[in-house]
């Protein structure tokens, strides 16, 4: 537990003081026995520990031994609610898969579907995560949320069908953004995510760019050749398998002979706030379209694999500094909610401080809260995570270590704006 807390009559300011073996910025290389100081939840000093208690010799303070201090990681893409789904035992297929999580979501209760949302939010910080964009159907939930203390980006999903009440869980989606944004929540922002462009119409897709302006859009593009073949030429398995199971027997469209993104552009709806999920096939200039919106890119490492999805060109992302992020999906129980194994992934592609990157600042900068959260700065929202390490760990070898090494066991404390959270 932390002393009690200190307040400075000279600064009026209530102070804390944590210190490690490591400082890792993230916005800046690993300072050896750092310290930070915090008041009302933001960072206010930053550096090494002997300077730091110089300045502020009367601050209560708490020492990590053995230990790096650094910013939480921001998950940019789970479904909470599917923690409950089941595997069936078959054959990873994504179509099969899509089936089973639509089911699911049918199922689902109001409690259930609170339960999987607290249990999620318990893994993810027990991971070191202090920021999520989750995606999921928030109804008779969005109360409970008020007591989480992760930060959280919520997106009600939708998804369309033949179904004669698809306009009415539209507008209910519209009413969870409204519900959200009404309660001016310091921790809760809203998005909203529209599957993807083969799962909603383009008229209604079109109706979303026009009146969600303000709040990020998230949607999956470009991750599956079945969705590469549908786009281009109206076969493969969405049109013969999840068109017909979604009631659109008679609806298949022409072929666009366009790939997705060239789709999601031609109706506007690519721009520095769409997050798009996937980006694992790109045709000749979707990189180039990418880069001209400013469209940030969610990667799921282990889904895409687990699924068979294809080989993320990230190293073509990178180059092109396009903004990544990661997120873990929603694979069920079959899978954890920790980035650092999502991590390990990239480990052939980029360098340890381009994954931690993406792992923190990077994700923070996908949900437009680069300015708040993401890195250890002056001015920014103290979310911090202890993660312990070997003692004898040099400054060259931190952030490999890191990677390679991190599980739930090593974190050890994680901070809220500036507050312990208890895990």
Request: proline share 7%; aromatic share 6%; with cysteine.
């Amino acid at each position: 537990m932390l002393p009690p807390i200190f307040r400075s009559d000279t600064l009026g300011f209530v102070l804390k003081l944590l210190s490690a073996q490591y400082l890792l910025p993230i916005s800046e290389g690993p300072i050896p026995e750092g310290a930070v100081v915090i008041a009302e939840g933001k960072i206010v000093e930053i550096g090494p520990l002997s300077k730091i208690r110089e300045k502020y010799p009367d601050a209560p303070s708490e020492e990590f031994n053995n230990t790096v201090l650094m910013p939480g990681l921001v998950n940019t893409d789970t479904h909470l609610e599917l923690l409950s789904l089941e595997d069936d035992g078959r054959e990873p297929n994504f179509i099969d898969w899509f089936f089973a999580r639509l089911e699911h979501k049918q199922r689902l209760t109001p409690t259930e579907r609170r339960a999987n949302l607290s249990e999620g939010v318990r893994h993810l910080l027990q991971c070191g995560t202090t920021t999520v964009g989750d995606v999921g159907d928030y109804t008779g939930a969005l109360s409970h949320l008020d007591d989480f203390p992760i930060r959280m980006t919520l997106f009600p999903e939708i998804l369309t069908s033949a179904e004669a009440d698809v306009q009415d869980r539209y507008q209910a989606s519209l009413a969870l953004v409204e519900e959200i944004i009404g309660k001016q929540s310091p921790r809760l922002t809203a998005g909203i995510a529209p599957y993807s462009a083969y799962t909603v119409s383009k008229n209604l897709l079109k109706v979303i760019g026009q009146q969600a302006t303000q709040i990020p859009i998230k949607i999956h593009a470009s991750e599956s050749f079945a969705e590469m073949q549908f786009f281009f030429e109206s076969t493969g398995e969405i049109a013969e398998r999840l068109f017909p199971r979604l009631g659109w027997t008679n609806s298949l469209p022409p072929p666009h002979r366009k790939t997705p993104i060239q789709f999601l552009d031609s109706i506007h709806l690519l721009s520095n706030r769409s997050l798009l999920v996937g980006c694992l096939h790109l045709a000749e200039g979707d990189l180039q379209t990418l880069v001209k919106r400013q469209t940030p890119v969610v990667l799921t490492p282990r889904a895409q694999k687990y699924l068979k999805l294809g080989e993320s060109p990230i190293g073509k992302l990178k180059k092109a500094k396009i903004k990544i992020g990661l997120g873990t999906n929603g694979l069920g129980p079959k899978q954890s909610l920790s980035l650092w194994e999502e991590m390990r992934l990239l480990a052939e592609d980029l360098k340890p401080e381009e994954i931690l990157q993406i792992a923190t600042l990077g994700g923070a900068t996908v949900l437009g809260q680069e300015k708040e959260i993401g890195s250890m700065e002056l001015g920014k929202r103290a979310d911090l995570i202890a993660v312990k390490i070997s003692p004898k760990t040099s400054r060259k070898d931190l952030i490999p270590h890191l990677i390679d090494r991190t599980t739930e066991r090593e974190i050890a404390s994680v901070f809220i704006d500036g507050e312990k959270v208890r895990i």
